[in-house]
């Protein structure tokens, strides 16, 4: 299973009014609050539930590895701030791999009312997170190159 995430945002009053004013489809449908978020990685420890890098999905699928056992790979879009102050230090602490895909022509610009990730907050965190995180650009062709890979309805 794939978690894709877009923003984690604050558990704040500003963010909470905001929220309940905006018309932006962005605070409706891709966020999850920061306490969610550490719940649900809390979980997936819990559970022995196994987070494994975007790189050995795509490897279990080009090898026809039978998949035994529950796995999650964690990506995020976008990668706004949140992603670096709110869930690297989460998923880091939990040492769980994660993908961040990159809008490589938009970075530290706002895109639907939010700032993205600035190239040397990116790179911060490619230092902080050592072997734990992937790149990808944000507009890559997965089906092209991997075209076994399905997205799920």
């Not at 796995?71 to 230090?89: C, E, G, Q, S």
């Not at 990116?122 to 991997?146: M, S, T, V």
Request: glycine letters at 4%; a positive charge; hydrophobic letters at 40%.
């Amino acid at each position: 299973m794939v978690f894709c995430y877009h923003r984690i945002l604050d558990d704040n009053q500003v963010v909470k009014v905001d929220e309940r004013l905006s018309s932006n489809s962005q605070f409706h449908d891709f966020n999850v609050n920061v306490s969610d978020f550490k719940k649900q990685m809390n979980y997936l420890a819990a559970h022995h539930i196994k987070v494994i890098s975007t790189a050995q999905m795509v490897q279990m699928v080009d090898q026809r590895q039978a998949i035994r056992g529950h796995y999650v790979v964690l990506t995020f879009d976008d990668i706004d701030r949140t992603t670096v102050d709110n869930a690297a230090p989460i998923m880091l602490k939990h040492h769980y791999p994660f993908t961040i895909l990159v809008i490589t022509g938009n970075t530290g610009e706002y895109r639907d009312g939010t700032k993205l990730a600035t190239w040397p907050q990116i790179l911060a965190l490619q230092k902080r997170a050592g072997d734990k995180r992937a790149y990808a650009q944000h507009a890559l062709p997965h089906r092209q190159r991997y075209p076994r890979l399905q997205c799920a309805t």
